[in-house]
């Protein structure tokens, strides 16, 4: 994580809207990663498709 650098989607890690590549670029992590982290909650009981959809709403587009 970058001191002062705000979280936002990626732009470069996009493959849908850049949410879990905005995140794996705000802490420093492999983008597969949290996709994979967002695929085990969708099939847990659908609760990464909420997630998903609500920071889609609320992070703002990278530059």
């Given at each position: ?19 879990c ?28 498709i ?14």
């Amino acid at each position: 994580m970058v001191e002062g650098r705000p979280l936002q989607r990626s732009r470069r890690h996009r493959t849908l809207a850049g949410v879990c590549g905005g995140i794996a670029g705000f802490y420093g992590w492999d983008p597969t990663l949290v996709r994979i982290g967002w695929i085990v909650l969708t099939l847990l009981g659908g609760s990464g498709i909420l997630l998903y959809l609500v920071m889609w709403l609320v992070m703002p587009d990278g530059t």
